[in-house]
């Protein structure tokens, strides 16, 4: 029996220089609500998302070398279609269409696929930082 049984994700983690953007920006497409978080004696700022999601976003403190996510807004390649595995957040939502129309709307740049042989759509894009994200439909 795995010691972790019945464990779930729960909460995620993203740095960024610029956390009050980033939280905007979860906020408006994501609906995340902005929560009471402790005082660590940096910046952060906690959403949640209804009851199942939490993101931790981090300020990064200026000497940090690192860039902003896997595939920086400084980057040459910010392509949805090139997202590698493993690197992005995967939500799912019950309006596919609406939401997808919603990211056109606002201008953000998509790349769209069926998973194969499942009724399953997926759409790929970046928050403003450059990190990857998945939104699935729910139309299994």
Request: charged share 25%.
């Amino acid at each position: 029996m795995p010691v972790a049984e019945g464990a779930a994700l729960n909460h995620v983690s993203r740095e960024s220089v610029d956390i009050r953007r980033l939280a905007d920006f979860y906020k408006e497409i994501f609906g995340f609500e902005e929560v009471e978080s402790p005082n660590f004696g940096f910046n952060v700022i906690w959403l949640k998302l209804k009851d199942s999601l939490f993101l931790h976003l981090i300020e990064r403190l200026p000497e940090t070398k690192l860039p902003e996510g896997p595939y920086s807004a400084t980057s040459p390649v910010l392509d949805p279609s090139h997202l590698p595995r493993g690197h992005h957040i995967c939500l799912s939502v019950s309006n596919f269409d609406f939401f997808v129309q919603t990211l056109k709307e606002r201008g953000i740049e998509t790349f769209q696929r069926s998973v194969p042989n499942r009724p399953i759509r997926q759409v790929f894009f970046f928050d403003p930082d450059g990190n990857g994200l998945e939104v699935a439909s729910r139309d299994e």
